[in-house]
């Protein structure tokens, strides 16, 4: 097997703009995740009753089931009920809803390691309940949080790959149609596997470095 | 679902173990005497089966000076705790300014206390915990100056204002634009004091506040708490393991045990001529741990 570089540099460009819609979807895709996320989490532990099952059973669900089924479901069989989303609305929406069900995990973790003290404080302050998680307990909660929650947005960042089974015409999609096209696949997926490299690498040192710092200012 | 009946209300309880209890609704109508600003009637807490607080009964005047003495496990921080809505409690009324805490009147009819009626009440009381409970991602000064703003709704000028006011009497200025995690214990609890007579509660709570600080910071802290106690006319319930200061400081004293007051009386008499057995047998055992009364 042979690397031909002239034609990896040929497809280059392509990729590359492929690879743009992979970003936008994992951004749109974590944007979706950290605010449903911290829904989830906030509904968890609400005094309402029927709030807790609904939103328990629905995070428990989305763990339980692939993403590629979450994927055809919101693309494939919506549709049977008159709900069309465009390709990478229906990817980010999938993406969005299945990493949310983790991250609410993330954020209850986070939430339940602030002392009791601090929301006696609050309370004790007559602090109203949305100012107590807004001013003192998320405040505290989340800086720790962030490691995890970015390796959850890198995850999430390497399963775009999948929305390619939805015609999302993201870096892998587009590798394989120049594949398909073409009849060589090597110089475009390993292309693409290396813009993915390029991107994570960074990202995975950056929250390494984050991740010590949390741990000194919390020692 | 307001819970309306004529015969008996229930008793609330938002969190921890919710047994009802039912009182009369007859009692709950007696008008409370004017001078007394905060009344506990026959109160029981209950921890699932533990019995911490048994028919506690218990009125404060209005400025009275107030302390609570006891072994461990008493129940002397659960009366504090009741007070500030950290706790629910399962029978029995607490009354403030001859209104009760976790119930209000409406249409002639005692309903459960509605969050604008727990707010209200719960502004007249500020409290200050063993552990400090600074917001530690914030500075001395933001700790005073914000909860007088986003609560009282106070505009920042006047807030920051009173928060190096504050801290002046505390003899903190220098430190306010320290965090929590720069201070010593002391300083820490002095802070904390300051953070709560911002609010300018009518009520104080002190719950053992120097008991988790090195011994050669307590003082700073009771200093702190003698400048208050000369200078303003805030009702002040303390519960503390230091007798001479309790003997100093307050105007009558609770001797508690097994979650009932045994004893009270004017310090002098209480710690010199105690006429329980029980508080005899626990004021014998400090002396012999060292402490003078
Ligand atoms: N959250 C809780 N759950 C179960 N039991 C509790 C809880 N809080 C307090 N208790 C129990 O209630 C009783 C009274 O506790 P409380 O803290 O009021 O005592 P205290 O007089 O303040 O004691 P100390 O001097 O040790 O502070 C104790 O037996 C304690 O174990
Ligand atoms: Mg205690």
């Given amino acids: ?78 549709p049977d009920v008159g709900i069309v989303i465009p390709p990478i609305w229906a990817g980010i929406l999938a993406l969005g809803l299945h990493s949310s069900a983790y991250m609410s995990e993330v954020y209850r973790a986070g939430i339940e390691a602030v002392p009791k003290g601090q929301w006696e404080a609050a309370l004790a302050l007559n602090y109203h309940p949305v100012q107590t998680w807004r001013r003192v307990i998320l405040p505290q909660a989340i800086p720790p949080m962030v490691p995890a929650l970015g390796n959850y947005v890198v995850l999430m960042f390497k399963e775009t790959a999948l929305l390619a089974v939805i015609t999302v015409p993201e870096a892998m999609n587009t590798a394989r149609d120049i594949g398909n096209s073409t009849y060589q696949y090597t110089e475009p997926v390993t292309v693409v596997g290396i813009l993915y490299l390029l991107i994570s690498i960074p990202v995975v040192l950056a929250l390494r470095f984050i991740e010590r710092r949390v741990h000194q200012e919390a020692a | 679902m307001t819970g309306k009946t004529n015969l008996s209300i229930k008793a609330v309880g938002g969190t921890g173990s919710s047994q009802v209890a039912e009182f009369p609704y007859r009692e709950t109508r007696l008008a409370q005497s004017a001078d007394k600003q905060v009344e506990f009637r026959s109160i029981e807490k209950r921890y699932g089966h533990h019995q911490v607080l048994s028919d506690l009964s218990l009125s404060i005047k209005r400025g009275e000076k107030l302390s609570l003495i006891g072994p461990s496990g008493s129940g002397k921080t659960t009366v504090l705790r009741i007070l500030m809505t950290l706790e629910t409690i399962q029978g029995g009324s607490i009354w403030i300014d001859g209104k009760p805490l976790w119930h209000e009147e409406r249409n002639g009819q005692l309903v459960k206390a509605s969050q604008q009626h727990l707010r209200r009440q719960r502004a007249k009381i500020g409290m200050v915990f063993q552990h400090f409970n600074l917001f530690p991602h914030m500075t001395a000064l933001e700790n005073i100056s914000q909860p007088q703003r986003i609560v009282l709704g106070r505009p920042r000028v006047e807030a920051d204002v009173q928060a190096l006011e504050l801290l002046d009497m505390v003899g903190l200025r220098e430190r306010a634009h320290h965090y929590p995690a720069q201070l010593s214990g002391g300083q820490k609890q002095r802070v904390a004091i300051a953070r709560a007579l911002a609010m300018k509660p009518e009520i104080m709570l002190f719950d053992e506040i120097t008991s988790a600080l090195d011994p050669e910071l307590v003082e700073e802290v009771l200093n702190v708490l003698r400048e208050i106690g000369r200078t303003s006319d805030m009702t002040m319930l303390l519960v503390t393991h230091e007798m001479t200061f309790a003997k100093e400081f307050s105007d009558r004293v609770l001797f508690m045990d097994g979650g009932r007051i045994v004893e009270e009386g004017e310090p002098d008499q209480l710690f010199s001529a105690p006429t329980q057995d029980r508080t005899r047998s626990f004021l014998r055992k400090i002396i012999a741990a060292g402490q003078r009364i």
């Fill in chain 1, 1 to 78: 097997m042979t690397f031909d570089f002239d034609f990896a540099l040929q497809v280059l460009p392509d990729l590359v703009r492929g690879f743009a819609i992979t970003i936008q979807a994992t951004v749109g895709g974590s944007v979706l995740a950290l605010a449903l996320g911290l829904a989830f989490a906030l509904a968890n532990r609400s005094e309402n009753r029927l709030l807790r099952v609904c939103s328990g059973s629905a995070s428990e669900f989305l763990r339980r089931t692939p993403l590629l089924v979450q994927l055809f479901f919101i693309f494939y069989v919506l």
